[in-house]
T-cell receptor, first 118, second 108 residues
Framework: GAGVSQSPRYKVAKRGQDVALRCDPI?????LFWYQQALGQGPEFLTY????????KSGLPSDRFFAERPEGSVSTLKIQRTQQEDSAVYLC????????????????FGEGSRLTVL | SQQGEEDPQALSIQEGENATMNCSYK?????LQWYRQNSGRGLVHLIL?????REKHSGRLRVTLDTSKKSSSLLITASRAADTASYFC????????FGEGTQLTVNP
């Protein structure tokens, strides 16, 4: 498709289970972002990739969160030993431009993966 | 990286009325973006205004930017029920960060 694709759209996990969320960005987009959005809140930045390089992971809430983009296209966000507070929508966004030091261009978002941890 | 703060948190209007949402931020910027999010969906980019621009139009959208007051506004004219969504501003930075948004409800 022409847009950012995320899978699964919905995931229910038992507490302690590991989950993997996939993002297919728009073809050729250099930059890829992951955000976490709790119910009723705005998206919170998690991590940023420029091609395959993870240049910023300062928003990852704990070492249970891990993201990769090994070939500079598809990205996976992995959450180990899920906790109830991890329940949220995880949004992926891509951009054709490199992220600047003081500037970020338009982001193209996927529909998100809604994670519910029981 | 800074985030914008949207005001009001919630706004309810009748179809056909205009809707105005405001955004404040703290430090100097290169540009500011507005996004819309329909319930259960991802964010959609609406408009980007650069720091040297004061006003920009796109269809029924009008965005203003006052860098001296560190504020921006989004005006939606002749609102429709389909405009019901959350609206977020994002001041530029090395990462885009978002506030809690304005939840706009347009009643038919």
């Amino acid at each position: 498709g022409a847009g950012v694709s995320q899978s699964p759209r919905y995931k229910v996990a038992k507490r302690g289970q590991d989950v993997a969320l996939r993002c297919d960005p728009i073809s050729g987009h250099v930059s890829l972002f992951w955000y976490q959005q709790a119910l009723g809140q705005g998206p919170e930045f998690l991590t940023y990739f420029q091609n395959e390089a993870q240049l910023d992971k300062s928003g990852l809430p704990s070492d249970r969160f891990f993201a990769e983009r090994p070939e500079g296209s598809v990205s996976t966000l992995k959450i180990q030993r899920t906790q109830q507070e991890d329940s949220a929508v995880y949004l992926c966004a891509s951009s054709p431009r490199r992220r600047g030091i003081t500037n970020t261009g338009e982001l193209f978002f996927g529909e998100g993966s809604r994670l519910t941890v029981l | 990286s800074q985030q914008g703060e949207e005001d009001p948190q919630a706004l309810s209007i009748q179809e056909g009325e205009n809707a105005t949402m405001n955004c404040s931020y703290k430090t100097s910027i290169n540009n500011l973006q507005w996004y819309r999010q329909n319930s259960g969906r991802g964010l959609v980019h609406l408009i980007l205004i650069r720091s040297n621009e004061r006003e920009k139009h796109s269809g029924r959208l009008r965005v203003t930017l006052d860098t001296s007051k560190k504020s921006s506004s989004l005006l939606i004219t002749a609102s429709r029920a389909a405009d019901t969504a959350s609206y977020f501003c994002a001041p530029s930075g090395s990462r885009l960060t978002f506030g809690e948004g304005t939840q706009l409800t347009v009643n038919p």
